[in-house]
């Protein structure tokens, strides 16, 4: 069990995330070998109201869609997020959903 702390601006139960050195895990960034091995390309979707989405020219460098339409960050070398060539996009955060959900696939314990 996690250890929880009472914030004091809002009297909240605020409960620390996982430790994560996104830096070092990278399962946000990288397509499964699974996926790149059936040509599978499409990893991180992006969700309607997402910050990228207001920006142009940031979608035109790094948003693509599938055979669906559904809008996904583009995929470079070696299966890697292209958002990673400048700053990171933060649209995973350190030991949310879509960050458990990525590591699982990746077979990274929680």
Known sequence: MRPRSRSSATNAIVRPGPPYDCRACGACCVNLPSNQAEAFTSWVEIEDGDPILDHRDLVSKLVVLDEGGVPHLRLVEAGRCGALSGAPCRR???????CERYRTAHGLAG
């Open 92 to 98: 995973v955060q350190p030991g949310d959903a879509l």
